[in-house]
């Protein structure tokens, strides 16, 4: 039988991973104890379209923790159950320019300044916490396995940390119940956010999910709606100007696609109506962003011609076909 020779996705992925498999700028999160046992080594890329091909390269099977990539996860899950007039009373769309655990709110509302940053995530699972009460974690978990396309389980070790030494959070979440932007339940609203963050996934599942919101909402494979299509805009929108925190205006100038980035090493980043695309390398950058992951979303979006803006990515057939 002849070899067929490997798609040219595959050989550029390849070749992404053996170039920047040397890097090892940039250091694993050491801020919630456990994560700095994670293997700094890691590396992973995956490539899904969005009708379902996979490409990927490396340590694609690796379990790690989501981190701040579930939260434009459970934004979606927010505005899908109580439209964006009532989520947006408690959270605004505006980039903070800001460290992603900044100990502050917008100075006209009082309200966090987007749900990317820890503020308007623990704000955005308050919400929920409020009309789901201790059913909430579950029905996060059983989403997030929705948009993934498996079921998913978290790290019982990881939320144990962050829950011990998340004092810095559970200060915002106070200031949030001082100001009334979350219920009284601020704790346990907290609770669930410290596990929605340890859910595990590997940089597969990030580019399922990334496949599931450039597909509309729907898993490009199992085809189950998994986010409503209504809302998959305003989350693209908000991963798109504060998903990479205060990197977020450089990373849409560079790479020109919604993004968002987890302190677990995770990068997801979504080509609309094309691709996803999940990396793994837990070496960070200044801005809590992974080095490895931040370079290979860089390559790809200039080997393939990603950027939204880019002269080769066409955009709508809708506005062809009335014109
Ligand atoms: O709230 C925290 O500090 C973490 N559980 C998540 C932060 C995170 O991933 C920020 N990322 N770059």
């Not at 916490?129 to 909430?136: D, E, K, M, S």
């Not at 809302?231 to 990479?244: A, E, H, Q």
Request: charged content about 20%.
């Amino acid at each position: 039988m002849p070899e067929t020779a490997p798609h040219e996705v595959q050989t550029l992925i390849d070749d992404l991973y053996t170039k920047h498999l040397a890097t090892d700028r940039g250091a694993v999160a050491t801020y919630i104890p456990e994560l700095s046992k994670v293997d700094p080594g890691a590396f992973g890329i995956s490539v899904v379209t969005a009708d379902g091909r996979v490409f990927e390269a490396g340590d694609c099977d690796r379990p790690f923790t989501i981190q701040s990539v579930s939260k434009p996860l459970t934004f979606g899950m927010a505005m899908d159950e109580f439209g964006a007039d009532k989520v947006l009373q408690h959270v605004g769309v505006e980039p903070s320019g800001d460290a992603f655990n900044a100990i502050e709110l917008h100075g006209g509302t009082n309200r966090p300044f987007n749900p990317m940053i820890n503020s308007g995530a623990i704000t955005v699972t308050a919400l929920l916490h409020a009309r789901y009460g201790n059913r909430t974690f579950e029905h996060v978990l059983d989403t997030f396995g929705a948009v993934a396309g498996r079921p998913l389980t978290f790290d019982e070790a990881v939320y144990e940390s962050e829950r011990r030494t998340g004092h810095r959070n559970r200060a915002i979440a106070h200031l949030l119940l001082n100001f009334g932007v979350v219920h009284a339940e601020a704790e346990a609203a907290l609770d669930v956010y410290f596990k929605q963050c340890s859910i595990l996934v590997t940089c597969r599942d990030l580019a399922m999910m990334a496949a599931t919101l450039a597909n509309m909402g729907r898993h490009p494979i199992t085809g189950r709606h998994a986010l409503s299509t209504r809302y998959v805009k305003d989350v693209l929108s908000i991963m798109f100007t504060c998903g990479m925190y205060d990197y977020s205006g450089q990373w849409a100038y560079r790479v020109g696609v919604p993004a968002k980035s987890g302190v677990g090493g995770g990068v997801m980043a979504v080509v609309n109506r094309q691709l996803g695309i999940g990396t793994y390398s837990p070496r960070l950058d200044r801005f809590g962003n992974s080095v490895r992951g931040t370079e290979v979303c860089i390559d790809l979006a200039g080997r393939l011609g990603l950027h939204v803006f880019d002269c080769v990515n066409v955009g709508s057939s809708f506005l062809d076909a009335i014109l």
